[in-house]
Protein backbone atom coordinates (compact mmCIF):
# COMPACT_ATOMS: atom_id res chain seq x y z
CA UNK A 1 0.00 0.00 0.00
CA UNK A 2 1.46 3.29 -1.02
CA UNK A 3 0.51 5.70 1.67
CA UNK A 4 0.99 9.40 1.87
CA UNK A 5 0.90 11.67 4.92
CA UNK A 6 -0.60 15.06 4.73
CA UNK A 7 0.71 17.14 7.20
CA UNK A 8 3.82 16.30 8.54
CA UNK A 9 3.35 18.06 12.22
CA UNK A 10 3.56 16.24 15.44
CA UNK A 11 1.13 13.49 14.73
CA UNK A 12 2.22 13.38 10.80
CA UNK A 13 5.37 12.72 11.48
CA UNK A 14 4.37 9.91 14.34
CA UNK A 15 2.88 7.98 12.11
CA UNK A 16 4.74 8.26 9.13
CA UNK A 17 7.91 7.84 11.21
CA UNK A 18 6.32 4.19 12.87
CA UNK A 19 5.14 3.31 9.00
CA UNK A 20 8.64 4.07 7.37
CA UNK A 21 10.72 2.47 10.55
CA UNK A 22 8.85 -0.56 9.17
CA UNK A 23 9.95 -0.46 5.68
CA UNK A 24 6.40 0.80 4.34
CA UNK A 25 6.17 3.02 0.86
CA UNK A 26 5.31 6.08 2.21
CA UNK A 27 5.68 9.84 1.83
CA UNK A 28 5.11 12.67 4.23
CA UNK A 29 3.97 16.27 2.70
CA UNK A 30 3.93 19.30 4.15
CA UNK A 31 4.00 23.30 3.80
CA UNK A 32 6.89 24.01 5.85
CA UNK A 33 10.21 24.06 3.71
CA UNK A 34 12.29 23.61 6.83
CA UNK A 35 10.62 20.79 8.09
CA UNK A 36 11.09 18.89 4.93
CA UNK A 37 14.57 19.32 4.40
CA UNK A 38 15.74 18.59 8.04
CA UNK A 39 13.19 15.08 7.71
CA UNK A 40 15.06 14.51 4.24
CA UNK A 41 18.22 15.47 5.44
CA UNK A 42 18.91 14.25 9.05
CA UNK A 43 16.03 11.78 9.15
CA UNK A 44 13.06 11.90 11.76
CA UNK A 45 14.07 11.79 15.60
CA UNK A 46 11.64 10.57 17.91
CA UNK A 47 12.27 10.60 21.12
CA UNK A 48 10.49 8.02 23.21
CA UNK A 49 10.68 7.37 27.03
CA UNK A 50 13.93 9.36 27.00
CA UNK A 51 15.08 7.03 24.28
CA UNK A 52 16.01 9.06 20.66
CA UNK A 53 16.06 7.16 17.44
CA UNK A 54 16.12 8.31 13.96
CA UNK A 55 14.59 6.69 11.14
CA UNK A 56 15.06 7.37 7.42
CA UNK A 57 11.94 9.21 6.26
CA UNK A 58 11.00 10.31 2.22
CA UNK A 59 9.20 13.77 3.20
CA UNK A 60 8.06 16.85 0.37
CA UNK A 61 6.65 20.20 -0.17
CA UNK A 62 5.20 19.64 -3.51
CA UNK A 63 2.33 17.10 -4.02
CA UNK A 64 3.74 16.84 -7.85
CA UNK A 65 6.41 15.20 -6.69
CA UNK A 66 4.77 12.00 -5.35
CA UNK A 67 3.38 9.04 -7.32
CA UNK A 68 0.35 8.19 -7.15
CA UNK A 69 -0.91 6.95 -3.80
CA UNK A 70 -3.68 4.86 -2.26
CA UNK A 71 -3.86 6.03 1.09
CA UNK A 72 -3.98 9.62 2.16
CA UNK A 73 -3.47 9.89 5.81
CA UNK A 74 -4.95 13.62 7.02
CA UNK A 75 -2.91 15.04 9.55
CA UNK A 76 -3.45 18.90 9.13
CA UNK A 77 -5.29 20.97 12.49
CA UNK A 78 -9.13 21.34 11.23
CA UNK A 79 -9.02 24.32 9.31
CA UNK A 80 -6.70 23.36 6.71
CA UNK A 81 -8.58 19.89 5.63
CA UNK A 82 -10.04 21.02 3.05
CA UNK A 83 -7.22 22.21 1.67
CA UNK A 84 -5.33 19.03 2.28
CA UNK A 85 -8.67 17.04 1.09
CA UNK A 86 -7.85 18.66 -2.22
CA UNK A 87 -4.82 17.56 -2.34
CA UNK A 88 -5.76 14.32 -1.49
CA UNK A 89 -8.03 13.88 -4.26
CA UNK A 90 -5.10 14.96 -6.36
CA UNK A 91 -2.87 11.99 -4.94
CA UNK A 92 -5.27 9.67 -4.94
CA UNK A 93 -6.26 9.07 -8.84
CA UNK A 94 -7.74 12.49 -10.06
CA UNK A 95 -11.14 12.18 -11.11
CA UNK A 96 -11.30 8.81 -10.77
CA UNK A 97 -10.76 8.92 -6.66
CA UNK A 98 -9.61 5.42 -6.62
CA UNK A 99 -7.54 5.58 -3.71
CA UNK A 100 -8.80 6.54 0.12
CA UNK A 101 -7.94 9.15 2.79
CA UNK A 102 -8.12 8.33 6.37
CA UNK A 103 -8.64 11.28 9.00
CA UNK A 104 -7.72 10.99 12.56
CA UNK A 105 -7.93 14.43 13.53
CA UNK A 106 -9.77 15.61 16.64
CA UNK A 107 -13.01 17.56 16.78
CA UNK A 108 -16.08 17.10 14.55
CA UNK A 109 -16.76 17.90 10.59
CA UNK A 110 -13.50 16.83 9.17
CA UNK A 111 -15.01 13.61 7.72
CA UNK A 112 -17.60 15.39 6.25
CA UNK A 113 -15.33 18.13 4.38
CA UNK A 114 -13.00 15.37 2.85
CA UNK A 115 -16.97 13.75 1.79
CA UNK A 116 -17.53 16.47 0.01
CA UNK A 117 -14.09 16.44 -1.88
CA UNK A 118 -13.31 12.25 -2.54
CA UNK A 119 -17.06 11.25 -1.93
CA UNK A 120 -18.20 9.11 0.69
CA UNK A 121 -17.33 5.97 0.27
CA UNK A 122 -13.39 7.10 -0.27
CA UNK A 123 -13.12 8.41 3.51
CA UNK A 124 -11.94 6.58 6.52
CA UNK A 125 -12.01 8.26 9.78
CA UNK A 126 -11.23 7.72 13.70
CA UNK A 127 -9.54 8.38 16.50
CA UNK A 128 -5.96 7.88 18.19
CA UNK A 129 -4.68 8.11 21.70
CA UNK A 130 -1.00 8.23 19.99
CA UNK A 131 0.28 11.43 21.62
CA UNK A 132 2.79 13.34 19.94
CA UNK A 133 4.94 17.19 20.09
CA UNK A 134 6.76 18.92 18.01
CA UNK A 135 10.29 19.24 19.03
CA UNK A 136 12.13 21.26 16.35
CA UNK A 137 12.67 20.63 12.31
CA UNK A 138 12.45 17.00 12.45
CA UNK A 139 12.42 16.32 15.66
CA UNK A 140 9.13 14.82 17.71
CA UNK A 141 8.54 13.67 21.16
CA UNK A 142 6.24 10.29 20.81
CA UNK A 143 4.21 11.40 24.12
CA UNK A 144 1.53 8.91 24.75
CA UNK A 145 0.66 5.68 23.08
CA UNK A 146 -2.63 4.04 23.42
CA UNK A 147 -5.02 2.78 20.56
CA UNK A 148 -5.90 3.97 17.28
CA UNK A 149 -9.73 2.88 16.39
CA UNK A 150 -11.34 3.25 12.75
CA UNK A 151 -14.08 2.42 10.57
CA UNK A 152 -15.66 3.60 7.34
CA UNK A 153 -17.20 7.02 6.82
CA UNK A 154 -20.13 5.97 5.62
CA UNK A 155 -21.30 2.94 8.27
CA UNK A 156 -20.07 -0.30 7.31
CA UNK A 157 -17.62 -2.45 6.65
CA UNK A 158 -14.93 -2.00 3.92
CA UNK A 159 -12.00 -4.17 3.03
CA UNK A 160 -9.66 -1.06 3.03
CA UNK A 161 -10.52 -0.46 6.76
CA UNK A 162 -9.22 -4.34 7.66
CA UNK A 163 -6.41 -3.38 5.48
CA UNK A 164 -5.04 -0.49 7.68
CA UNK A 165 -6.00 -1.75 10.60
CA UNK A 166 -2.96 -4.43 9.50
CA UNK A 167 -0.67 -2.52 8.25
CA UNK A 168 -0.96 -0.23 11.26
CA UNK A 169 -0.77 -2.89 13.90
CA UNK A 170 2.33 -4.40 11.56
CA UNK A 171 3.94 -0.96 12.78
CA UNK A 172 2.95 -1.23 16.44
CA UNK A 173 0.48 1.23 15.90
CA UNK A 174 -2.41 -0.50 18.02
CA UNK A 175 -5.19 -0.15 15.82
CA UNK A 176 -8.72 -1.80 15.59
CA UNK A 177 -11.94 -1.07 13.04
CA UNK A 178 -15.00 -0.88 14.49
CA UNK A 179 -18.72 -1.06 11.86
CA UNK A 180 -20.16 2.23 13.12
CA UNK A 181 -17.19 4.59 13.68
CA UNK A 182 -19.71 7.60 14.87
CA UNK A 183 -19.68 6.97 18.31
CA UNK A 184 -16.27 6.50 18.83
CA UNK A 185 -15.81 10.63 17.14
CA UNK A 186 -18.44 11.05 19.92
CA UNK A 187 -16.20 9.89 22.84
CA UNK A 188 -13.31 11.44 21.76
CA UNK A 189 -14.98 14.87 21.27
CA UNK A 190 -16.45 14.35 25.17
CA UNK A 191 -12.54 14.46 26.33
CA UNK A 192 -11.90 17.17 23.80
CA UNK A 193 -14.56 19.05 24.73
CA UNK A 194 -14.00 18.81 28.45
CA UNK A 195 -10.54 19.04 28.51
CA UNK A 196 -9.69 21.87 26.21
CA UNK A 197 -10.79 24.57 26.09
CA UNK A 198 -10.65 24.84 29.76
CA UNK A 199 -6.72 23.99 30.07
CA UNK A 200 -6.22 26.27 26.97
CA UNK A 201 -7.98 29.42 29.04
CA UNK A 202 -6.31 28.88 32.56
CA UNK A 203 -2.44 27.63 31.40
CA UNK A 204 -2.94 24.54 33.44
CA UNK A 205 -1.93 21.07 32.30
CA UNK A 206 -4.30 17.81 31.87
CA UNK A 207 -4.07 16.69 35.17
CA UNK A 208 -4.65 19.86 37.23
CA UNK A 209 -8.48 20.53 36.04
CA UNK A 210 -8.77 17.66 38.22
CA UNK A 211 -6.95 19.03 41.09
CA UNK A 212 -9.69 22.70 41.71
CA UNK A 213 -13.30 22.43 42.68
CA UNK A 214 -13.81 25.05 40.05
CA UNK A 215 -12.37 23.33 37.41
CA UNK A 216 -13.97 20.21 38.19
CA UNK A 217 -17.22 21.82 37.96
CA UNK A 218 -16.76 23.59 34.64
CA UNK A 219 -15.53 20.24 32.93
CA UNK A 220 -18.90 18.36 34.43
CA UNK A 221 -21.13 21.43 33.28
CA UNK A 222 -19.29 21.56 29.58
CA UNK A 223 -19.84 17.91 29.61
CA UNK A 224 -23.03 17.59 30.58
CA UNK A 225 -24.19 20.05 27.76
CA UNK A 226 -22.92 17.99 25.40
CA UNK A 227 -24.05 15.07 26.73
CA UNK A 228 -27.72 16.28 26.62
CA UNK A 229 -26.97 17.26 23.00
CA UNK A 230 -25.76 14.04 22.09
CA UNK A 231 -29.06 12.42 23.47
CA UNK A 232 -30.92 14.73 21.61
CA UNK A 233 -29.31 13.30 17.71
CA UNK A 234 -29.53 10.24 19.96
CA UNK A 235 -25.91 8.92 19.83
CA UNK A 236 -24.94 6.29 21.86
CA UNK A 237 -22.76 7.29 24.75
CA UNK A 238 -21.26 5.09 27.15
CA UNK A 239 -22.61 5.46 30.77
CA UNK A 240 -20.35 7.49 32.70
CA UNK A 241 -18.78 9.41 30.33
CA UNK A 242 -17.90 12.22 32.58
CA UNK A 243 -15.81 9.57 34.59
CA UNK A 244 -14.24 8.70 31.21
CA UNK A 245 -13.08 12.17 30.42
CA UNK A 246 -11.74 13.09 33.67
CA UNK A 247 -9.74 9.15 33.49
CA UNK A 248 -8.27 11.11 30.30
CA UNK A 249 -7.53 14.21 32.50
CA UNK A 250 -5.27 11.82 34.58
CA UNK A 251 -3.80 9.22 32.18
CA UNK A 252 -2.43 12.38 30.49
CA UNK A 253 -2.02 14.56 33.39
CA UNK A 254 1.36 16.10 32.39
CA UNK A 255 0.22 17.20 28.97
CA UNK A 256 -0.73 20.27 28.34
CA UNK A 257 -3.81 19.79 25.61
CA UNK A 258 -3.00 20.07 22.03
CA UNK A 259 -5.45 22.98 22.26
CA UNK A 260 -3.34 24.84 25.14
CA UNK A 261 -0.46 24.19 22.69
CA UNK A 262 -1.88 26.18 20.22
CA UNK A 263 -2.89 28.74 22.50
CA UNK A 264 0.71 28.79 24.14
CA UNK A 265 2.50 28.92 20.66
CA UNK A 266 -0.33 32.53 18.96
CA UNK A 267 -1.89 29.29 16.52
CA UNK A 268 -5.24 29.28 15.40
CA UNK A 269 -6.77 26.20 17.76
CA UNK A 270 -9.52 23.89 16.77
CA UNK A 271 -12.06 25.33 18.99
CA UNK A 272 -15.33 25.47 16.37
CA UNK A 273 -14.49 21.73 16.14
CA UNK A 274 -14.81 20.81 19.56
CA UNK A 275 -17.34 23.16 21.52
CA UNK A 276 -18.24 24.85 18.26
CA UNK A 277 -19.25 21.68 17.24
CA UNK A 278 -21.65 20.87 20.38
CA UNK A 279 -22.97 24.93 20.61
CA UNK A 280 -23.88 24.02 16.06
CA UNK A 281 -25.31 20.55 17.25
CA UNK A 282 -27.21 22.03 20.55
CA UNK A 283 -28.93 24.71 18.13
CA UNK A 284 -30.06 22.61 15.53
CA UNK A 285 -32.34 20.76 18.52
CA UNK A 286 -33.08 23.79 19.88
CA UNK A 287 -31.18 22.97 22.81
CA UNK A 288 -29.08 26.06 24.65
CA UNK A 289 -25.61 25.04 25.47
CA UNK A 290 -24.51 28.51 27.71
CA UNK A 291 -20.86 27.12 29.33
CA UNK A 292 -19.75 25.82 25.76
CA UNK A 293 -20.91 29.16 23.62
CA UNK A 294 -19.12 30.66 26.39
CA UNK A 295 -15.81 28.79 26.38
CA UNK A 296 -15.76 29.17 22.92
CA UNK A 297 -16.11 32.88 22.72
CA UNK A 298 -13.35 33.33 24.90
CA UNK A 299 -11.29 31.11 22.64
CA UNK A 300 -11.91 32.85 19.69
CA UNK A 301 -11.43 36.37 22.16
CA UNK A 302 -7.29 34.64 22.90
CA UNK A 303 -7.03 33.99 19.17
CA UNK A 304 -8.15 37.27 18.30
CA UNK A 305 -6.28 39.45 20.43
CA UNK A 306 -2.93 37.36 19.18
CA UNK A 307 -4.12 37.24 15.68
CA UNK A 308 -4.09 41.21 15.57
CA UNK A 309 -1.16 41.75 17.32
N1 LIG B 1 -0.55 16.07 18.74
C1 LIG B 1 -1.27 15.10 19.31
O1 LIG B 1 -0.84 14.46 20.29
C2 LIG B 1 -2.60 14.73 18.74
C3 LIG B 1 -3.17 15.45 17.70
N2 LIG B 1 -4.36 15.01 17.15
C4 LIG B 1 -4.95 15.74 16.04
O2 LIG B 1 -4.18 15.50 14.86
C5 LIG B 1 -4.25 16.64 13.98
C6 LIG B 1 -2.83 17.11 13.68
O3 LIG B 1 -2.25 17.55 14.90
P1 LIG B 1 -0.69 17.81 15.09
O4 LIG B 1 0.10 16.81 14.36
O5 LIG B 1 -0.49 18.00 16.54
O6 LIG B 1 -0.55 19.22 14.31
P2 LIG B 1 0.76 19.97 13.84
O7 LIG B 1 0.42 21.43 13.78
O8 LIG B 1 1.95 19.53 14.63
O9 LIG B 1 0.99 19.43 12.34
C7 LIG B 1 0.24 19.83 11.23
C8 LIG B 1 1.22 20.09 10.08
O10 LIG B 1 0.50 20.21 8.85
C9 LIG B 1 1.03 21.31 8.14
N3 LIG B 1 0.07 21.75 7.13
C10 LIG B 1 -0.87 22.74 7.21
N4 LIG B 1 -1.54 22.83 6.04
C11 LIG B 1 -1.03 21.89 5.22
C12 LIG B 1 -1.32 21.50 3.88
N5 LIG B 1 -2.27 22.09 3.16
N6 LIG B 1 -0.58 20.52 3.31
C13 LIG B 1 0.42 19.91 4.03
N7 LIG B 1 0.74 20.25 5.31
C14 LIG B 1 0.02 21.21 5.90
C15 LIG B 1 1.30 22.31 9.24
O11 LIG B 1 2.08 23.41 8.83
P3 LIG B 1 1.71 24.87 9.50
O12 LIG B 1 2.00 24.69 10.96
O13 LIG B 1 2.63 25.79 8.78
O14 LIG B 1 0.26 25.10 9.25
C16 LIG B 1 1.99 21.41 10.27
O15 LIG B 1 3.35 21.23 9.95
C17 LIG B 1 -5.10 17.68 14.72
O16 LIG B 1 -6.45 17.56 14.32
C18 LIG B 1 -4.97 17.27 16.19
O17 LIG B 1 -6.05 17.68 16.99
C19 LIG B 1 -4.98 13.88 17.59
C20 LIG B 1 -4.46 13.15 18.60
C21 LIG B 1 -3.26 13.53 19.30
C1 LIG C 1 -6.53 13.56 24.92
C2 LIG C 1 -6.01 14.99 24.87
C3 LIG C 1 -6.84 15.87 25.75
C4 LIG C 1 -4.59 14.88 25.36
O1 LIG C 1 -3.98 16.09 25.63
C5 LIG C 1 -6.10 15.50 23.45
O2 LIG C 1 -6.63 14.83 22.58
C6 LIG C 1 -5.67 16.86 23.07
O3 LIG C 1 -4.89 17.48 23.78
O4 LIG C 1 -6.15 17.32 22.01
Known sequence: MKI?????????CLFGGLLSEQGMDVHLLDVREEQ?????????TILHQGVERIVK??????????????LAVIFVKHAQTEAAARIAAHLLGGNGYNGHALTLQNGMGNAEIIADVLGEEQVLCGTTAQGAMVLGSGKIQHSGVGET?????????????TEVTEVFTAAGISCREVDDIEPVLWKKLFVNVGINAITALTGLRNGQ???????????????????AVAEAHSIKVPSDILKHVEQVAQATASNRSS???????????????????????AKERGIAAPVNQTLVRLVQTVQGKYAAS
Open 36 to 44: VVALNDHGL
Open 259 to 281: MGQDVDDQRPTEIDAINGYIVRK
Open 57 to 70: VRAVTEPAAIPRTD
Open 149 to 161: VIGMWRPGRGEIA
Open 209 to 227: LLDLESTRRLMQDVVSEAL
Open 4 to 12: TIIGAGAMG
